[in-house]
């Protein structure tokens, strides 16, 4: 609301321009803010399903590093929760809420680099043994297969897990370019 006040002393009350758009803004950006978490939400919780039911040909292979320590089953895990996290952040706009939303997406970040350093040493590690070459032919024992086989399912997690981490690193810095507009906004409306 703009005041002016005439030569007359009359005061005349007329209509802020600014005022009636930051309203319009807030709730735009809001909208924005809604759609895009959802969407990177629906994202990261769909990965997390992804790792973890694709981790389960893993237990018929050897147990290495990334079976023994369960790296897909707590990283989907972490990709679960913030999915679900983030998707419901169409429902709750609060600032505790998205408080918790900003940690939980840099939770899964970290756990996204952790699982993808677990999963490089271990194939690293444990590669497939030569077959055994004749003039005629190549014969290879059943082992040689599996590992091959536990590689390209490890590769795939590992493929999933970093596409997760920039999921996860999209969403934090949207997330927390909104927790600074939000800071703006509560200090133009008070």
């Known amino acids: 609301m703009a005041v002016s006040v005439s030569s007359d002393l009359s005061v005349t009350v007329g209509e802020d321009v600014v005022a009636?758009?930051?309203?319009?803004?807030?709730?735009l950006m809001k909208?924005?803010?809604?759609?895009?978490?959802?969407a990177l939400g629906?994202?990261?919780?769909?990965?997390?399903?992804?790792?973890?039911?694709?981790?389960?040909?893993?237990?018929?292979?050897?147990?290495?590093?990334?079976?023994?320590?369960?790296?897909?089953?707590?990283?989907?895990?972490?990709?679960?929760?913030?999915?679900?996290?983030?998707?419901?952040?169409?429902?709750?706009?609060?600032?505790?809420?998205?408080y918790s939303c900003i940690a939980m997406s840099?939770?899964?970040?970290?756990a996204s680099t952790t699982a993808l350093i677990i999963y490089f040493i271990d194939i690293t590690r444990h590669q497939a043994a030569?077959?055994?070459?004749?003039?005629?032919?190549?014969?290879?024992?059943?082992?040689?297969?599996?590992?091959l086989f536990s590689i390209g399912v490890k590769t795939s997690l590992a493929l999933y897990t970093l596409i997760h981490a920039i999921i996860s690193a999209i969403l934090t810095h949207s997330l927390n370019k909104a927790r600074k507009n939000l800071g703006v906004y509560t200090i133009m409306c008070s």
């Open 20 to 27: 009636d758009k930051l309203p319009d803004k807030q709730t």
């Open 106 to 110: 840099v939770a899964a970040m970290l």
């Open 42 to 98: 629906v994202s990261q919780l769909m990965l997390g399903l992804l790792v973890m039911i694709n981790s389960i040909p893993l237990l018929c292979t050897d147990f290495t590093e990334v079976v023994t320590f369960g790296v897909p089953l707590w990283s989907g895990l972490v990709f679960v929760i913030a999915g679900s996290l983030a998707t419901m952040m169409e429902k709750y706009t609060n600032k505790n809420y998205l």
């Open 130 to 147: 030569e077959c055994a070459r004749t003039d005629i032919h190549t014969t290879c024992v059943n082992e040689h297969y599996t590992v």
């Open 31 to 38: 909208n924005f803010q809604k759609v895009q978490s959802k």
